[in-house]
């Protein structure tokens, strides 16, 4: 009997081996036409990690200290740990029902592959994929016109009678995206992702020093005000706006994209990137929402990097805010190109052709016009729109709440169909409601905040 246990190891791993190696097929075998290009399985966990810390540890981080303005102190953190917790949690539950279609034979790619398996082909055709279509092209032109608005702070800086006007910097940052979105993959990012997160460390690291220099020299921040502003229901519609806020600084929205972009198996590799990404979140997120809102309290600005000017005098070291806004707009530049390529993907599929070669002229030509035309309405939008931060946050409440907060534990207990008594099942359940609850309400800020706005909202402005 004993000398049976070779032979019977050996079956069970042979087995094993022709199991994983079924798996990678079928999952090659998956692989559509209109992913051919845009989603290439090559990438190892790392990479994951880096595309992962490049779509969520992203410069809207830097109205964090904001967002606190109209929470304070203890509902503030208690938000940022939340939020935290929730997406950490779903992003891994959306991960596992990836990997358990991907060992059925039916590998995901997109996040409307999910829906229509899952939820049935009119939710990915006709919810799902425009949402997530919305919420891509809507970070491009938020990175657009923040990456020009940094420009344009450079620019007053260094020539404080200076004539250029907004929409001229955030046309000249389209050109930096215009080249970007030339990439071919998903994949190909992955260096510019590793740049990504080297440069979203560092501009967190200017803004927590910037704003410790800052808080702690009394001539510079005479009184520090941490009350909350306004009266009562402006208080509350606030509370809501900064909710919405702090879900679009946690959004991602990409997460079955980016898992595509893995080599077969993919199993536990997700967990890796996220553990990676969410370490580098908490350093970030966290110091620079405390540290700035130490030291501005409710006066701290949309983008926090306002408050080291002060009626056009620098309070650190003109070099210092050159640098923070320079490392700001470069990783600016890299989470656009992230977030075009779902919109890449369709535009491949669309005028692409499988059986030519990627680099055929066929192929080509199609890429290069159809990316850039892309790129050039988002920068004409962003360009147009200069107010546009009031209806990201309306793009935060339908888009990211749903897509990161509530769908992926749907898609959870759908898949694996949890006992109704076990803490999981009840655990989904509480994140559904609650989290539908907050981005209806959430939702009904935003729209009643462009409303407000809607007086000094004018084309091309130059804010």
Sequence with gaps: MDSLLPISTAVHADSEKQNASLEIQQQKDNVDAGALFVLKSKGSWVHSAYHLTTSIVAPPLLSLPYAFTFLGWTAGILCLVIGALVTFYSYNLI??????HAKLGNRQLRYRDMAHDILGPRWGRYVVGPIQYTVCYGVVVASTLLGGQCMKAIYILANPNGTMKLYEFVTIFGFFMLILAQVPSFHSLRHINLVSLVLC????????????????????????????????????????????????????????????????????????????????????????????????????????????????????????????????????????????????????????????????????????????????????????????????????????????????????????????????????????????????????????????????????ANV
Excluded at 95 to 100: A, F, G, I, K
């Design 201 to 460: 460390l560092a501009y967190s690291a200017c803004v927590t020093v910037g704003s410790v220099y800052i808080g702690g020299d009394s001539s510079k921040v005479p009184t520090k005000d941490y009350s909350l502003k306004g009266d009562a229901e402006s208080r509350l519609f606030g509370i809501f706006n900064a909710v919405a806020i702090i879900a679009t600084t946690y959004g991602n929205g990409i997460i079955p994209e980016i898992q595509a972009t893995l080599a077969p198996p993919v199993k536990g590799k997700m967990f890796k990137g996220l553990s990676v990404c969410y370490t580098i979140l908490t350093i970030t997120f966290f110091s620079v929402a405390i540290s700035g809102y130490w030291a501005f309290g409710n006066e701290s600005e949309g983008l926090i990097l306002s408050n080291f000017v002060d009626n056009g005098k620098p309070l650190v070291s003109k070099w210092f805010i050159y640098m923070t806004n320079i490392f700001t707009i470069t990783q600016l530049s890299t989470v656009g190109a992230v977030y075009l390529q779902p919109i890449n993907e369709v535009l491949e599929q669309t005028f692409g052709d499988p059986k030519s070669r990627e680099f055929s002229s066929r192929n080509v030509i199609p890429r290069v016009i159809s990316r850039s035309t892309a790129v050039v309405v988002a920068t004409t939008i962003a360009a147009m729109l200069p107010f546009f931060g009031d209806i990201n946050s309306l793009i935060g409440a339908f888009g990211f709440m749903p897509l990161d907060f509530i769908l992926p534990v749907v898609f959870y207990n759908l898949t694996f169909k949890p006992s109704k008594r076990s803490p999981i099942f009840w655990l989904n359940v509480t994140i559904v409601v609650v989290f539908s609850a907050l981005g209806g309400i959430a939702a009904v800020a935003a729209v009643r905040q462009i409303v407000l706005d809607a007086k000094s909202y004018r084309l091309f």
């Design 95 to 100: 991960s596992l029902v990836l990997e358990h």
